[in-house]
């Protein structure tokens, strides 16, 4: 059973950056796809950026693209998730999640994945 424990989330300014971290049980050992995704209080959850744990392929939200950038590290079995030029409107929860992959992308839906960690959050003020 996949585990996955978040880190890395804290207060900003607007334009601060931040990478979150998402420790990811047998990254180095199993095809997965790993998911960032947020969700603020009253929000739907937001699918983010995904990677393909085998092949380092990487998909991303219209709305993040160019602001988050996604990235794995098999030696440390992390995944990372870094975040620049945020907004207040980024405040959220921000959460992975992992998947054993079945198509040929990693999808950005949040209901594909089934293992979820618990979340790091991200406040940034004006």
């Known amino acids: 059973q996949v585990q996955l424990v978040e880190s890395g989330g804290g207060s900003v300014l607007t334009g601060g950056s931040l990478r979150l971290s998402c420790e990811v049980s047998s990254l180095n050992s199993t095809s997965l796809c790993v998911g960032w995704f947020r969700q603020a209080p009253g929000q739907a959850r937001l699918g983010l950026a995904t990677?393909?744990?085998?092949?380092?392929?990487?998909d991303y939200a219209a709305s993040g693209k160019g602001r988050f950038t996604i990235s794995q590290d098999n030696d440390k079995n992390t995944v990372y998730l870094q975040a620049n030029n945020l907004e207040p409107a980024d405040s959220a929860m921000y959460y992975c999640?992992?998947?054993?992959?079945?198509?040929?992308?990693?999808?950005?839906?949040?209901?594909?994945?089934?293992?979820w960690g618990q979340g790091t959050q991200v406040t940034v003020s004006s």
């Open positions: 990677i393909r744990s085998t092949t380092g392929q990487e």
């Open positions: 999640a992992a998947n054993g992959p079945k198509w040929g992308y990693c999808p950005l839906a949040y209901y594909y994945y089934g293992t």
